[in-house]
């Protein structure tokens, strides 16, 4: 069985995994993230949407609106909510997935206090363009407006030349081992401006704690199995534990859970040090990992461009494919059909947020974002991913269809 993703590991992470770590990672985490990605300061945090989260509360932003994509990972709108202030959903495009900025404009107002760009599956969005519509608003409504750039999908992403993070007041990362770089959990916030970087890590060095002995023993064990039922040899074995069982399936929703605003246990803890140890490895690999995912991306584009039963995003200068989206019209017979020809189809974002349980009395309608919920799969990315293999198959099934 071909996996929907799998994440470069190597003995480099595994060694670490039984060894001790007893020098402060994290710090050396931090200033590494913040070099790659163009940033002067980085703030490590357990999770991806406690860093945005921590960033409202440190900031004392609450009572405001803040306005976010439709189509995102549902924690983006969790930590919204979880700081008191109110999501603003805004639909997106459905050539990149991301914010659409006509409805951007519209929905700005004297409340809005932050916008999040997602640069969806990788796809940078129009920073420039925002940047312009945002400091329009900001003379007239006479406000600060921050930008953050969630670059949770989009590590090192660049636009008109320069990194996506070049264009917000902080950026958000997420390594869970779904990301591009892992750290089996685990966030950064980067930013240049040095006020805010004090008032952040003042603010997270006051609120969160150590991480506990069962945090870091949990977490070393995690990765450990998550290495091996993502390997080679034992991924069938993963496949069916995940598809036939509810086995897997308790532990995977704790950590996420997307029809209720919640945040994990362990939200109130600092990053462990172990995490911050193998995301130093793997941000050692970045450059090759990204080459590669582009090299598979191209594989893609190459053989769908013109193809009228998947849709696909075309080339778009300056991604970095933390997925690769498509659009077909029956995706659950898709995913079945492909599963018969043993590869393992993904569907990254299965909702459109406004339209979750949680979110629908707020009442928005963003139509883009449902047919995108509707309709989208993700083709395999990763090491030891054979893409070419995996459009054969995907033709032959089209054949079929
Ligand atoms: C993964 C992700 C996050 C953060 O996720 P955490 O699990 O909290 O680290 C935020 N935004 C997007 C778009 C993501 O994909």
């Known amino acids: 069985m071909i996996p929907r993703f799998r994440f470069w590991s190597s003995k480099d992470e595994l060694l670490s995994l039984i060894q001790p770590a007893w020098k402060d990672y994290i710090r050396v985490f931090e200033a590494k993230i913040a070099k790659k990605f163009n940033a002067r300061y980085g703030i490590s945090f357990p999770?991806?949407?406690?860093?945005?989260?921590?960033?409202?509360?440190?900031?004392?932003?609450?009572?405001?609106?803040?306005?976010?994509?439709?189509?995102?990972?549902?924690?983006?709108?969790?930590?919204?909510?979880?700081?008191?202030?109110?999501?603003?959903?805004?639909?997106?495009?459905?050539?990149?997935?991301?914010?659409?900025?006509?409805?951007?404009?519209?929905?700005?107002?004297?409340?809005?206090?932050?916008?999040?760009?997602t640069n969806t599956f990788g796809n940078p969005a129009d920073a420039l363009k925002i940047k312009k519509i945002v400091n329009k608003a900001e003379q007239n409504f006479k406000t600060k407006i921050w930008i953050v750039q969630d670059c949770c999908h989009s590590f090192g992403a660049s636009y008109a030349g320069r990194l996506v993070s070049d264009f917000g007041d902080v950026s958000i990362y997420g390594f869970n081992i779904s990301k591009l770089i892992t750290s089996i959990f685990g966030g950064v916030l980067t930013t240049n401006n040095r006020f805010v970087e004090k008032k952040i890590r003042k603010w997270r060095d006051k609120n969160l704690k150590k991480s506990s002995l069962?945090?870091?023993?949990?977490?070393?064990?995690?990765?450990?199995?998550?290495?091996?039922?993502?390997?080679?040899?034992?991924?069938?074995?993963?496949?069916?534990?995940?598809h036939k069982t509810s086995f897997l399936n308790k532990y995977t929703k704790s950590f996420h859970l997307d029809e209720k605003i919640?945040?994990?246990?362990?939200?109130?803890?600092?990053?462990?040090?172990?995490?911050?140890?193998?995301?130093?490895?793997?941000?050692?690999?970045?450059?090759?990992?990204?080459?590669?995912?582009?090299?598979?991306?191209?594989?893609?584009?190459?053989?769908?461009?013109?193809?009228?039963?998947?849709?696909?995003?075309?080339?778009?200068?300056?991604?970095?494919?933390?997925?690769?989206?498509?659009?077909?019209?029956?995706?659950?017979?898709?995913?079945?059909?492909?599963?018969k020809e043993g590869v393992e189809i993904g569907e990254v974002l299965q909702y459109s947020i406004p339209h979750l349980p949680c979110y629908a009395n707020l009442g928005y309608n963003c139509k883009n974002a449902k047919y995108a919920s509707k309709h989208t799969i993700n083709l395999p990315l990763g090491p030891h991913i054979d893409t070419l293999k995996i459009i054969k198959k995907i033709n032959k099934y089209l054949l079929k269809v």
């Open 214 to 242: 069962s945090k870091i023993l949990s977490r070393r064990l995690y990765f450990f199995f998550a290495i091996i039922a993502f390997s080679r040899l034992f991924y069938k074995y993963t496949f069916w534990l995940t």
């Open 47 to 117: 999770y991806g949407r406690v860093a945005q989260w921590s960033f409202l509360k440190a900031m004392g932003i609450m009572n405001t609106e803040i306005i976010m994509p439709a189509y995102t990972c549902s924690v983006v709108a969790h930590s919204i909510s979880l700081s008191n202030n109110i999501p603003v959903f805004v639909d997106i495009d459905l050539d990149t997935y991301n914010i659409n900025l006509e409805s951007l404009k519209k929905n700005i107002n004297k409340n809005t206090s932050v916008i999040i760009i």
């Open 262 to 339: 919640h945040f994990p246990k362990d939200y109130d803890q600092h990053m462990a040090n172990i995490e911050a140890k193998i995301g130093i490895i793997q941000l050692n690999k970045y450059d090759k990992i990204i080459d590669e995912r582009r090299r598979q991306a191209k594989n893609y584009v190459k053989a769908f461009q013109f193809e009228k039963k998947i849709q696909i995003c075309g080339s778009i200068a300056g991604a970095t494919y933390s997925h690769f989206p498509a659009r077909v019209s029956d995706k659950k017979a898709f995913i079945e059909g492909l599963r």
